[in-house]
């Protein structure tokens, strides 16, 4: 059984993939990085838990996170964007700015899009992964499939 | 140099894509539609000139070093493109996995790669007496511009029925 | 009262904003998830509705109006342009999908509501209003993606075989077509240096010819073969017979009319010159779309195949119009797109009715086969009536629509010296006539042929069902029959399309002065983006 390479390589890297989601999502604001990056970057740890561990496997972690990602991504998205109508512009870009231990911390809807775009990208991908291994399982014949141990 | 050598490129994706469309069979479709997409994210990136070392944003203070517009515009980096590209590669990227969900679910339905129509010529040709008995089967109103297709929905629409009439 | 111009964007807003809210439910019971969505759709296109018909009224009270999304000046951000024709599609498209809406709420069959058909319509609805109202060529290549992706999952819901075999040409067909527009799009930001649709007007007169005819060439096939026009048009007839019947009365009214739109909007603004240079060109193209559709659909041996290949027929007639848009004519200039305009609005209106009756016949009987159907109209006498007018109506019978429209190009192709093309057009209506009759007969006239199926005639439905197309043949009687203020609205959007000095001054009058200081993007300079 191949899969247990694959199995500790998820167990190993996914976690650092998401961090690293998470780092260059934060990063993208003033440097090379941003929403969608990471989402994919989300999308490929995914990924790796569905070859690893196969579609039943991911959506018992994931749970029912997955679903309704897409939706809330658009939401806050589009609540972006109309936070912006409130400046007489769509899309437009407004920040607060506050002092958290010295440092400046700016917050706006740049970076409410940018996690939209993200969530988006994630809920795309990951939705389209899970239903090409799901069809790919149901065309394989149960003979040759090897359900991962629990 | 470099633009032309980008434009060749460009052309042979280009010529590429069109060789693999034309070819018969699905994954080849959607391998040609992926060059293509690639040949023209490509041209997008030519649009904004090529430049090398050259910064995408320029401050005040380097227009007024630099003396003229002109003499800015040779040391500058047109950003615009590659969010063009960007977008599109998006949309792109959408897009095939639509087109591959697609091709996956037809796959599955015919267990073949071959493409709509196509089918209906490899079942006429393979099979000598296939196309006629094919033809009889269809209603009198069918003998019309796109036969094969129709063949196609009536034997994907009603397979039981097809095999009743192929009974009978 | 000036509303502020944030207005201008509700079009796009509000059906993204209801369709990203209605996929929150995802994890809910399917039930209580169809019902939501189903809600949220109802109320988007209601609202849609209404803000459409507020924008008409606005436009033509205080004139074209333009916001700069992000308050960035002209050539620099997004701009989004509303004149009158802008208004009138926007107004057809959210009536059309509201009159549709009722027609879906009795017909889909819950499965492809689970599916997502309710958030999806609103998807397209939100790409045809931002084609419409943008006024940015990527945001219009954006856009127009938008309403392809929804396109082909409304195309593909439910995945029965044939959809996937239609559903696959669609894709390729139409990718192939927005690939061009992107080509188009990077060319003229290349060539020009700009992407803004009132700073292109500016320059693309000033480029050498060249430059021009390879864009216009571009955005030519790209936008024809959205529109199924000649050489492009196999994706149509191969792919609006499979879906529901819902999806393809909804895309008959929006889909193909977004390609027309667009080329109504983009050759007048940018090629004025190309316009007359090739008119041959365009009216060859607008010909052979005639005669290739209804020849085409002499052949089909269903309603759907047969009635989509009236469609492309009937784009014919508006390529025509676009061909004579700027031949001067007794009733002025522009007289030529004005009359392709009303041509558009009285098309979307009786094919879609159209559409959606012989889909009632479809889903009532449980086939579209003009072999099996016949002697309907001694059970469904009100529904034969309405498709007879509207069949009457496309085919250009006083006192329709349709009748008006068609007098009229051909008043205006005459004018314009192009007896040719006037002669194949009404040759084509001889044919669409018969054509149409022969549709007519075999579904309503001579004796049933076939019991309908017992669980599908619950008396609620059919009021549902036809109550859409009946308002649909109402409205376009009332345009045949008083046709002065509709003459009325559509010259003064076919003055404002051909107003280019009027569109740019709109978008920012800074635009033009501008000109004089900055250098063309062809001249060796990469673009004036740096310089602004």
Redesign the interface.
């Known amino acids: 059984m191949t899969e247990i390479y694959l199995r500790l390589v998820d167990r190993i890297l996914t976690p650092i993939l998401l961090l690293i989601a998470i780092f260059l999502f934060l990063r993208g604001h003033d440097l090379p990085g941003g929403g969608f990056i990471a989402g994919l970057v989300a999308a490929a740890a995914i990924e790796l838990t569905i070859l690893a561990l196969g579609s039943t496997a991911t959506r018992d972690r994931y749970g ?1 996170w997955l ?2 990602l ?3 991504g ?2 806050v ?2 609540t972006a ?2 936070i ?2 409130a ?7 407004r920040w607060i700015q506050f002092e958290v231990a010295g440092e400046t911390l700016k917050l706006g809807t740049p970076q409410l899009f940018d996690l939209g775009v993200m969530l988006v990208v994630v809920g795309m991908a990951v939705t389209y992964l899970l239903r090409l291994s799901e069809a790919a399982e149901a065309a394989t014949p149960s003979a040759e499939r090897q359900e991962p141990r629990p | 140099m470099t633009a032309l050598m980008l434009a060749l490129l460009v052309g042979l994706l280009f010529a590429c894509g069109t060789y693999l ?1 034309l070819q018969r069979g ?1 994954i080849k ?1 959607v391998l040609g ?1 992926g060059l ?2 690639h040949a ?1 994210n490509l ?2 990136f ?4 090529l ?1 090398r070392g050259a910064p995408p944003l ?1 401050d005040g203070e380097s227009v007024k070093a630099a003396g003229s ?2 003499a ?2 040779a040391r ?1 980096a ?1 950003p ?2 590659q969010a ?1 590209i960007l ?2 590669i998006v ?1 792109s990227f ?2 095939t996995a ?2 591959v969900m ?2 996956f ?2 796959d599955a ?1 015919t267990g073949s790669d071959l ?2 129509g196509e089918l209906a010529a490899v079942v006429n040709t393979a099979d000598p007496f296939a196309e006629f008995t094919l033809r009889m089967q269809l ?4 003998d ?3 036969l094969l ?2 063949e ?2 009536e034997l ?2 009603h397979p039981e029925r097809e095999v009743e009439n192929a009974r009978e | 009262m000036t509303p ?1 111009p ?1 207005v201008l ?1 509700l079009p796009v ?1 509000l059906p ?2 209801l ?9 809910m019971g399917p039930d209580r998830r169809v019902a939501l969505q189903r809600t949220l759709a109802g109320l988007g296109l209601f609202a849609n509705l209404a803000v459409a018909g507020f924008l008409l009224f606005w436009v033509l009270q205080s004139g074209p109006q333009a ?5 960035w000046p002209a050539p620099f951000g997004i701009t989004v342009y509303l004149d009158t024709l802008t208004a009138l599609m926007l107004v057809m498209v959210g009536l059309l999908s509201l009159l549709i809406y009722p027609f879906a709420l009795a017909t889909i069959d819950p499965e492809r509501a689970q599916l997502g058909f309710f958030p999806m319509m609103l998807f397209l609805l939100m790409g045809a209003n931002g084609a419409f109202i943008t006024g940015d060529l ?1 945001n219009l290549y ?1 856009f127009y ?1 938008v309403l392809l ?1 929804a396109s ?2 409304l195309l ?1 819901l439910g ?4 959809q ?6 669609y ?2 067909l139409n ?2 077509g927005s ?1 061009m527009l ?2 188009g ?3 003229t ?2 060539t020009l240096g700009t992407l803004n649709m009132a700073h292109i007007a500016v320059r693309m007169v000033e480029a050498p010819y060249t430059v021009q005819a390879l864009i216009a060439g571009l955005l030519l096939v790209a936008f024809g073969a959205k529109a199924a026009a000649f050489p492009a048009f196999f994706w149509l ?2 792919s609006y017979h ?1 879906p529901h019947p819902v999806v393809t009365a909804l895309f008959s009214g929006v889909l193909t009319k977004v390609g027309v739109y667009s080329l109504f909007r983009v050759f007048p603004l940018f090629f004025p010159t190309l316009l007359a240079t090739w008119q041959p060109l365009l009216l060859t193209v607008a010909g052979l779309t005639m005669v290739v559709g209804v020849l ?1 659909a002499f ?3 269903t309603i759907r195949r047969l009635l989509s290949f009236h469609i492309i027929s009937q784009i014919g007639y508006m390529l025509m119009g676009l061909g004579v848009a700027l031949s001067p004519s007794a009733y002025g200039v522009g007289f030529g797109l004005a009359l392709a305009i009303l041509f558009l609005i009285h098309n979307q209106l009786v094919k879609t009715a159209l559409l959606l009756g012989g889909g009632a016949v479809e889903l009532e009987m449980g086939t579209g ?3 099996e159907l016949g002697g309907l109209v001694h059970s469904r006498p009100l529904q034969a009536t309405l498709f007879l007018v509207a069949a009457f109506a496309l085919a250009g019978f006083p006192p329709t629509s349709g009748f008006i429209g068609k007098l009229g190009l051909l008043e205006v192709t005459f004018a314009a010296g192009q007896w040719p093309i006037a002669a194949v057009s009404v040759f084509v209506s001889l044919l669409t006539t018969m054509s149409m009759i022969r549709l007519w007969q075999s579904i309503f006239w001579g004796k049933p042929r076939l019991a309908p199926p017992p669980e599908v005639r619950a008396p609620g439905r059919t009021l549902w069902t036809t109550t859409p197309s009946a308002i649909l043949v109402a409205i376009s009687l009332a345009i045949g029959v008083a046709a002065q203020p509709m003459l009325a609205l559509v010259q003064t959007a076919a003055s404002q399309a051909i107003d280019r000095a009027g569109y740019v001054r709109t978008v920012n009058p800074a635009l033009t002065e501008q000109e004089r200081s900055l ?1 063309l993007g062809i001249q060796s ?3 004036e ?3 602004g």
């Open positions: 029912p679903a309704p897409l939706g809330i658009l939401t998205a589009v964007a109309l912006g109508m400046g007489g512009g769509f899309f437009l870009g | 469309v699905q479709l539609l293509f997409t023209i041209a997008l030519g649009t904004g000139r430049t320029v517009a002109a800015l515009f500058y047109d615009l493109p063009l977008t599109a949309i959408g897009m639509f087109i697609l091709i679910r037809r339905l493409l709509p209603p009198e109103a069918a019309d511009y796109d297709q129709y196609l929905d994907y629409d | 502020h944030t964007i807003a993204l904003l369709g990203a809210i209605s996929l929150l439910f995802q994890s916001f700069q999304l992000g308050l990527f954006v993606e992706m082909f999952v593909t995945g029965t075989p044939s996937i075999n239609g559903g696959i040409r894709v390729v990718l192939m690939m992107l080509l799009a990077g060319i930001y290349g007839p191969s499979t085409g052949a089909q041996p086969k003009l072999s250098p300079q990469p673009s983006r740096a310089g």
